[in-house]
């Protein structure tokens, strides 16, 4: 158990819909990320917020959104669903940004999106 | 961040160790080399990371070479629990941004 809680676990919706993946990161945990995870994609990093702020973005497409509150929970917004998004999201925090050479990031068990 | 290679796929018999190759012939000096782990379809799971020297932990050690341009993840004694996918990743933690690339990675079979 790596401490990172994410809800829900599996989630079935069709296209055009809208759905909110959540994360509660490890107790103390400043950093969240946010990695989407399809058959033919691999891992692939979306974005990073410490501490409220966004720290860095990747493939992120437009339609989805992330942020993290004051209580350091995340949730990441997928709108306007298509087949393409079905894949397993993951979150990950850690205790400083990545900056602070640790490198160690705990990952939950992902939430897994399936668009029908 | 340097780009690493991993071989696609290994097999390895239960209570042998197990060693995991990586190349990154394009490191850099202030480049780290971290390993993490993905069991089927779970979350990733740190193993180890390391600059130059060698390093261990109670899950594995990590051998790199002397002019760093590859590694080696050794599994002591690995078990069926130990089958995953295996991912070597080159960074610098300053100033690659806050993000952990992962690339295909290695699919380490143990087999009984």
């Known amino acids: 158990d790596s401490g990172v809680t994410q809800t829900p676990k599996h989630l079935i919706t069709a296209t055009g819909q809208r759905v909110t993946l959540r994360c509660s990161p490890r107790?103390?945990?400043?950093?969240v990320y946010w990695y989407q995870q399809s058959l033919d994609q691999g891992l692939q990093f979306l974005i990073h917020y410490y501490n409220g702020e966004e720290r860095a973005k990747g493939n992120i497409l437009e339609r989805f959104s992330a942020q993290q509150f004051p209580d350091l929970h995340s949730e990441l917004n997928l709108s306007s669903l298509e087949l393409g998004d079905s894949a397993l999201y993951f979150c990950?925090?850690?205790?400083?940004?990545?900056?602070?050479?640790?490198?160690?990031?705990?990952f939950g068990e992902g939430s897994r999106l399936t668009v029908l | 961040d340097a780009k690493t290679t991993q071989p696609t796929s290994m097999d390895c018999a239960e209570g042998r160790a197990a060693n995991l190759p990586c190349n990154h012939s394009t490191i850099s000096g202030n480049e780290y080399v971290y390993w993490y782990r993905q069991i089927h379809s779970q979350g990733p799971q740190y193993i180890i990371h390391g600059l130059k020297n060698n390093e261990t932990n109670e899950m594995a050690s990590l051998i790199i070479t002397e002019d760093r341009k590859s590694s080696t993840l050794i599994l002591p004694h690995a078990t069926l629990r130990d089958t995953a996918v295996y991912y070597c990743?080159?960074?610098?933690?300053?100033?690659?941004?806050?993000?952990?690339?992962f690339g295909e990675g290695t699919q380490l079979t143990v087999n009984p």
């Open positions: 107790s103390g945990d400043l950093s």
């Open positions: 990950a925090s850690s205790v400083l940004p990545a900056g602070a050479n640790t490198g160690e990031l705990f």
């Open positions: 990743i080159v960074r610098v933690p300053e100033t690659s941004g806050s993000r952990l690339t």
